[in-house]
Structures are given as structure tokens and as C-alpha cells.
């Protein structure tokens, strides 16, 4: 399965500001039952590392610091 390079438009999106993985929390990427969240190696911090999101959300529901937000296309909402 091909890896994104780079951020792009994806379902997950992280805040940067209020992640906190490179204090070592991985919440959003343990919860995650596709496994599709990654941490960078250049920031430490979590992002979408390919898109295959169910939008079930733990990883926004979860988030200890509301950095994680899950945009829910419309016709699923």
C-alpha cells in the first residue's frame, strides 16, 4: 500500500500545536483499528500516514488534547 510523502488532504487531521506524541503519547495511532496513523519522523508528531479512514474515531474521541479531528465527508453524516 503506497505511504503519502507529504501532508495532504486526508480524513484525519492533527494539530501540531496541541500534539503531544513526542512526549510520548500515542493514543490516537494505538486506537486505531486500520493502522493508518504514523508518527513523523521530522516533527514526532502523529499524521494520516495513508488514506484508508473508516471515520469510526477513537482517535478523535480519545485524543487527550483534542489535537486529532476527523472531517466526516457529508453524505456520511
Given at each position: 500500500?503506497?505511504f ?5 488532504a486526508v ?7 496541541k ?5 510520548g503519547c ?9 493502522d ?5 519522523d521530522?516533527?514526532?508528531?502523529a ?12 482517535c478523535?474521541a480519545?485524543?487527550p ?5 476527523v472531517?466526516?465527508?457529508?453524505l456520511?453524516?
Amino acid at each position: 500500500m503506497p505511504f503519502a510523502q507529504s501532508p495532504s488532504a486526508v480524513p484525519v487531521i492533527v494539530d501540531d500545536a496541541k500534539c503531544i506524541a513526542e512526549k510520548g503519547c500515542r493514543v490516537c495511532i494505538d486506537v486505531c483499528p486500520l493502522d493508518v496513523l504514523r508518527l513523523s519522523d521530522l516533527t514526532g508528531k502523529a499524521y494520516m500516514a495513508y488514506d484508508e479512514c473508516w471515520y469510526c474515531m477513537p482517535c478523535e474521541a480519545d485524543c487527550p488534547t483534542g489535537a486529532v479531528k476527523v472531517n466526516i465527508p457529508y453524505l456520511l453524516k
